[in-house]
């Protein structure tokens, strides 16, 4: 599918030269294209780069409607094996300069932080019940850059931009797995000690630590095991994109809406209106600010609503946020490609 809509508006389509991944490349700019076929820059972007992403999705959401199927077994799959080997191969074989890691560790910590500080301070002051607090919170604080970010940032920006994304998600998840699940699970009396052993249960740390030092060794490995790796790394983003459809199916907006709507709302304006002040702060240019601001502005994570059903969190209050972030974030996310592509 990504082959189909590349060479459609002129990518130079290099399929697995080098890459898993499918290398799209722009070989001309898309306000040309636009302008020679007298259509909206909005309207190419949200065909050449959203309509992928939601068709796949869109899949997951239909059988899941159609055959009752239900996303555990898929969550189990990307968390324990497919997710791993997209952070390994992607940092195993692509290289990513120094400097730009630390931006981009600083962005993401300092962007989610103050995300997470907004969340618990006004939704106190808005009175709400604890319960309801920590879920507007999660929902607020943690985005879905993963399944969706990660095929939109490929399909806009290739491999190159892709691998930032993959950085992206890996810092977000350790956040994710600190103050998300700290956040979710504290009533429970989880204590310090607890909390270390969920951070250190997380399979990505393991793939992105292996992937670092077999990169800082220069060991090469052989075919024989490399390969395996790459065919499930090359098969997260489809699975991916076919969980969130599922997930979507699954959600259903009840009495909530009025808190819902709010969440939702500041979850559309002050992710993206941060991310571009953040970049700017921090002197971030040229693509890896792209790939931020677009990271940063994804909607409400999966996994929030994962955390609230574990934990109990008014999940029905995170399952509405979750579903009305990724509708209205069709379109900021287009206007925001618009602006950067």
């Known amino acids: ?72 077994g898929l969550v189990t799959l990307v968390f324990y094996i497919l997710s791993p080997c997209l952070i390994f191969y992607s940092l195993y074989s692509q290289q990513v300069s120094e400097s730009a890691i630390s931006s981009l560790v600083i962005f993401v910590v300092s962007l989610h932080t103050i995300l997470f500080i907004i969340g618990a301070v006004l939704f106190r002051l808005f009175h709400w019940d604890d319960d309801s607090r920590v879920a507007g919170t999660l929902a607020l604080f943690l985005n879905n850059g993963g399944n969706y970010g990660l095929p939109i940032v490929l399909f806009a920006f290739g491999d190159v931009g892709f691998q930032f ?36 249960s997380v399979p990505w740390f393991y793939a992105l630590i292996v992937a670092l030092v077999l990169r800082r060794t220069g060991t090469i490995l052989p075919d024989s095991a490399i390969k395996p790796i790459e065919m499930l790394a090359q098969a997260t983003i489809p699975v991916m994109l076919l969980l969130l459809g599922v997930q979507l199916a699954q959600v259903k907006i009840t009495s909530v809406l009025p808190r819902a709507t709010v969440v939702a709302g500041l979850k559309l304006l002050i992710p993206p209106l941060l991310s571009w002040g953040l970049t700017a702060a921090l002197g971030i240019h040229g693509l890896l600010r792209s790939v931020l601001i677009i990271e940063g502005s994804t909607p409400t994570a999966v996994n929030a609503l994962l955390l609230s059903l574990k934990y109990d969190r008014r999940p029905d209050l995170t399952a509405s946020i979750l579903l009305l972030t990724t509708v209205g974030n069709l379109v900021t996310m287009t206007v925001l490609l618009t602006l950067l592509t």
């Open 1 to 72: 599918m990504c082959v189909a809509f590349a060479v459609k508006i002129g990518y130079n389509v290099d399929l697995f030269a080098g890459s898993v991944f499918a290398r799209c490349r722009y070989v001309c700019n898309l306000e040309e294209v636009a302008g020679q076929a007298s259509v909206p820059i909005t309207m190419m972007v949200f065909v050449n780069v959203l309509l992928p992403v939601l068709l796949i999705a869109g899949s997951g959401y239909l059988l899941a409607k159609l055959t009752g199927i239900k996303s555990d």
């Open 165 to 200: 994304a993959v950085l992206y998600v890996v810092v977000h998840a350790a956040m994710q797995a600190v103050l998300g699940v700290g956040l979710a699970s504290w009533k429970k009396g989880m204590s310090i000690w607890k909390l270390l052993r969920n951070v250190v």
